[in-house]
């Protein structure tokens, strides 16, 4: 039988990890899963791990969950992939149906990429092209938020602005504008999160009044900006863009990767704004973890302005190989499905009283700071006995991720906020385990 340090011996010879400094895992070796079953991980040692951040928030229905399990293995004797230029599948059709069905209204004509780096990209060139097909060649630039986060492709990245994803990059980016976020933790005194919305959208008017006769679009993290450390704000700043977007005439982009199905209490976000945009992406919950996909929706008139006789006048020519692969729509069907069997989004809301009360302690401990929660996602900051961060020098988040592990519990933080982020299907008493550990790793992590 192998244990878990042959497995990290033979990782250590061979693999890079992603988002990693590899010199790390000479004292924080990686750990080797062997199995998951509903939200727990289980390494080859038999050592247990709660998933608290959903496996990078892919993970919405636990691990090894049967329904979808069968789901895949039915659609698997039937066909694992086709071409989907001038081909198509009945997995495929169906789940463009119900994305088109289930989306804010308008939305009615769906594009596959492979992941949600190279949705941003589809989603990014599709609006470029389309005012290109429009006679509007001006229109070449993208606004962006502060802080914003939309993948680490290089046009995603282009539209991203956090410095530890673009600095080194910077030669091979074309940046956006860049607007004030909506963040509430941004407020100054006396100030309330609407007073930060009102702010963030007189910026945003200002930056268009400049630059909207060269813009394509502004992109946006709908509610929460979770790269950047679950920064969250009111639907009314999308509600506000989205009349800013109308009125100056560019396209409004929802990335809805991380935040979709379900996580902000809501299938999608854009839903407690009222709004619809321009384009939607989505992906990571959409095959509840299971695998790689991207849905881009668009309107009608966007469709239509790329229509033509010849591909070579207007055509969107942008294709990815598993573009629209049936083993994924399959799992994603199957992921819609438990949403609607199981009343999720319902059952979650019921359960939001049991964390805010699972997190006030939390709250009043004095090493932590603004700690808060959009449906589904809590996140909190750690700080020093003054209320200030620590230097990220000082990696306190890492000691927090370290005592979590010790403690079966997989809690990797953003820096040095820690946040919760985990599949729907945590028991209660799973829950309690989660806040229990959190408090312990907070006070392992602030220990002088």
């Known amino acids: 039988m192998t244990t878990n340090q042959d497995w990290i011996n033979r990782d250590l010879s061979v693999l890079w990890h992603p988002c990693t400094q590899m010199k790390d895992h000479e004292t924080l070796p990686p750990i080797p899963i062997a199995r998951g079953k509903d939200s727990w991980l289980y390494d080859f040692d038999g050592r247990r791990y709660l998933d608290a951040i959903g496996s990078w928030w892919l993970n919405l229905f636990g691990h090894a969950n049967p329904f979808i399990n069968e789901r895949i293995k039915a659609q698997l004797d039937q066909l694992e992939h086709v071409i989907l230029a001038g081909f198509s599948h009945q997995p495929v059709i169906e789940l463009s149906e119900r994305l088109v069905a289930l989306t804010p209204s308008g939305l009615n004509r769906v594009f596959?990429?492979?992941?949600?780096?190279?949705?941003?990209?589809?989603?990014?060139?599709?609006?470029?092209?389309?005012?290109?097909?429009?006679?509007?060649?001006?229109?070449?630039?993208?606004?962006?938020?502060?802080?914003?986060?939309?993948?680490?492709?290089?046009?995603?990245?282009?539209?991203?602005?956090?410095?530890?994803?673009?600095?080194?990059?910077?030669?091979?980016?074309?940046?956006?504008?860049?607007?004030?976020?909506?963040?509430?933790?941004?407020?100054?005194?006396?100030?309330?999160?609407?007073?930060?919305?009102?702010?963030?959208?007189?910026?945003?008017?200002?930056?268009?009044?400049?630059?909207?006769?060269?813009?394509?679009?502004?992109?946006?993290?709908?509610?929460?900006?979770?790269?950047?450390?679950?920064?969250?704000?009111?639907?009314?700043?999308?509600?506000?863009?989205?009349?800013?977007?109308?009125?100056?005439?560019?396209?409004?982009?929802?990335?809805?990767?991380?935040?979709?199905?379900?996580?902000?209490?809501?299938?999608?976000?854009?839903?407690?704004?009222?709004?619809?945009?321009?384009?939607?992406?989505?992906?990571?919950?959409?095959?509840?973890?299971?695998?790689?996909?991207?849905?881009?929706?668009?309107?009608?008139?966007?469709?239509?302005?790329?229509?033509?006789?010849?591909?070579?006048?207007?055509?969107?020519?942008?294709?990815?190989?598993?573009?629209?692969?049936?083993?994924?729509?399959?799992?994603?069907?199957?992921?819609?499905?438990?949403?609607?069997?199981?009343q999720v989004i319902e059952r979650n809301r019921q359960r939001a009283p049991m964390i805010d009360r699972l997190s006030a302690p939390l709250a009043a401990h004095p090493h932590i700071a603004n700690l808060r929660r959009t449906g589904m996602i809590v996140a909190m900051d750690l700080v020093d006995a003054r209320g200030q961060p620590y230097p990220r020098s000082d990696r306190r988040g890492q000691k927090a991720y370290r005592y979590a592990l010790d403690h079966e519990v997989l809690l990797r933080p953003l820096g040095e906020t820690l946040y919760w982020m985990p599949p729907y299907t945590l028991s209660d008493d799973e829950w309690q385990i989660l806040a229990e550990v959190t408090l312990g790793a907070v006070e392992a992590a602030t220990r002088a």
């Not at 949705?119 to 060139?125: D, S």
């Not at 290089?154 to 980016?173: D, R």
Request: hydrophobic residues 40%.
């Open 112 to 342: 596959y990429a492979d992941n949600g780096s190279s949705g941003i990209e589809v989603a990014l060139k599709m609006s470029f092209h389309y005012w290109r097909n429009a006679n509007r060649p001006e229109k070449t630039r993208f606004i962006a938020l502060e802080n914003s986060y939309h993948g680490e492709t290089l046009g995603a990245l282009g539209v991203g602005n956090m410095s530890i994803f673009t600095e080194t990059y910077a030669p091979l980016i074309r940046p956006a504008s860049i607007a004030p976020s909506p963040d509430c933790q941004q407020a100054d005194p006396g100030e309330t999160c609407a007073d930060v919305t009102a702010r963030a959208l007189a910026a945003m008017r200002d930056l268009l009044e400049q630059e909207a006769h060269q813009t394509c679009a502004v992109i946006v993290e709908p509610l929460v900006q979770c790269a950047a450390g679950m920064r969250m704000h009111e639907p009314a700043y999308l509600t506000g863009l989205r009349a800013l977007c109308d009125e100056f005439d560019v396209h409004l982009i929802a990335d809805e990767i991380a935040v979709g199905f379900g996580r902000t209490g809501t299938l999608f976000a854009c839903e407690q704004a009222g709004i619809t945009p321009d384009i939607l992406c989505l992906s990571k919950g959409i095959t509840a973890g299971y695998l790689p996909l991207a849905a881009i929706l668009t309107t009608e008139s966007i469709y239509q302005a790329f229509y033509a006789d010849r591909p070579s006048q207007r055509a969107f020519l942008h294709s990815h190989s598993y573009t629209g692969n049936p083993l994924a729509c399959a799992a994603a069907l199957a992921t819609l499905d438990l949403f609607e069997r199981d």
